[in-house]
């Protein structure tokens, strides 16, 4: 792309915002590999750990020093860019980076599909719920500062914080003391396939993944029970369902 440059102090400024561009991904790449090999080293939990403080610490110095480039103030740790949007643009924002977030999950599928077929891309994809699922329980705890145990009401709290909810539309029913049922009401993957006359997509070896792990990383105690999820068959007002309980003596 670079053909006639030297070096990266010698490029045109198409090539020089060009290259921003990358570097944005190779921080993000960089960062991900330093959480991947520290998990490895030492294991999820301490990882996890390791992982917000410097993520904190990384994204103050980085995002003090974009705001005295670009002029624009921090306030409390958010861009006053953010803070400075109309409410139905911020929102936008929001729901734009869910769906960058599925897109990105989608084309990794693809690509590994692509190139190997169905079955190693079904094996990747569970392989990384399994990673993915307490990572974003860890975010979302702390987010919302959850205890130790917050029990199944903290765990209802937190299905409402994840990627999915900003995309989805789910709902939790049949509540008892020491359980409900959450659902899975319309999957923009799903919904998109079904408008292509497809079948469901099977997801339920993923969703076996991503449910027991993110419950079980909000609180050691959930267990979870899958009621029905593809290529189950069920019935038109969800696509998957999951039962969690609360098991004191764990």
Sequence with gaps: MFSDSQDANDLSHEENARFIVDLFHRITMH???WFTEVRH???QEKALEMLHDATTKSYGIQMKHLAGLLGFSMVDGVPSPLLE???EKLNALKTRMAKN?????GVWFQTVEKEEGMNEAKRCNDSCWAHFSPFEAHSIRNILNLTEHPGLEGLKKALG???YACINSQS???ETVDSFVFQMNKCRVQDARKRKALPDYPCKSAGLVEYSYFARA???RIQTTCIGCPPDKHPADWYCAWK???NESH
């Design 31 to 33: 960062h991900a590999l």
């Design 41 to 43: 080293q030492m294991g």
């Design 85 to 87: 949007m109309e409410p």
């Design 101 to 105: 977030w599925l897109v990105g999950d």
């Design 161 to 163: 914080f994840r990627v």
């Design 172 to 174: 939790v029913v049949e």
């Design 218 to 220: 909000i609180d050691s």
């Design 244 to 246: 969690f309980s609360l």
